[in-house]
């Protein structure tokens, strides 16, 4: 099985082109939000922690925003929280698919959090400022300051370019981003020695 995982700013597309790919992908950010849905430990681990901005359960984003704005710590206390829950899910889903030649990875903060491994290929998605705004904008619970506390929580940039294996620029239209990434999925299990 061969480990690729995309790598890259927020709003510059990773998940985009992580489904091009067309083979299985894990993606955090979905598991973080079944986590909020149905994870009643940790609602309650966080309200243990948190409890003037969590209330109910469900855990609402609006919530976990809230308590991020008035102190940034606060998202070290959820993280803290959260990450162990995603590995978990992140691990089940490798085993579950180590048969496929390909998996990719769609992990926000996977090298901050040491989640890479030695033989995996990073893909490092490439996206003018302007295209980037233009998606934040459309997400819901937009809110620049929370984003900028994001922003601060990943690894410089210029760092995750420089380990990355390949770069992908992601300013193009669906079929020429198709074609891209036809040609890099090819390209990466042709040259990689998988076992």
């Not at 998202?75 to 829950?85: A, D, E, G, R, T």
């Amino acid at each position: 099985m061969i480990r690729a995982a995309v790598i890259g700013s927020i709003g510059s597309g990773k998940t985009f082109v992580a489904k091009l790919f067309k083979c299985p992908v894990f993606n955090a950010d979905d598991e973080v939000k079944k986590i909020y849905k149905t994870n009643k430990v940790c609602f309650n681990k966080l309200k243990k922690i948190l409890p003037s901005y969590i209330k109910s359960f469900p855990i609402k984003k609006k919530e976990l925003v809230e308590a991020i704005s008035k102190d940034k710590k606060n998202l070290k206390k959820i993280s803290y929280i959260v990450h162990p829950l995603v590995r978990q899910k992140m691990n089940f889903f490798l085993e579950k698919n180590k048969k496929k030649k390909l998996v990719l990875l769609d992990v926000p903060l996977l090298i901050e959090n040491n989640l890479n491994e030695k033989g995996d290929i990073l893909i490092f998605i490439k996206s003018k400022k302007s295209k980037i705004l233009e998606r934040l904008s459309k997400r819901e619970n937009y809110d620049k300051n929370i984003l900028k506390i994001l922003k601060e929580n990943q690894t410089v940039l210029l760092k995750k370019k420089k380990l990355a294996n390949y770069i992908i620029y992601n300013n193009y239209s669906l079929k020429i981003m198709e074609k891209k990434i036809k040609y890099l999925k090819h390209k990466i299990i042709n040259e990689t020695n998988y076992t």
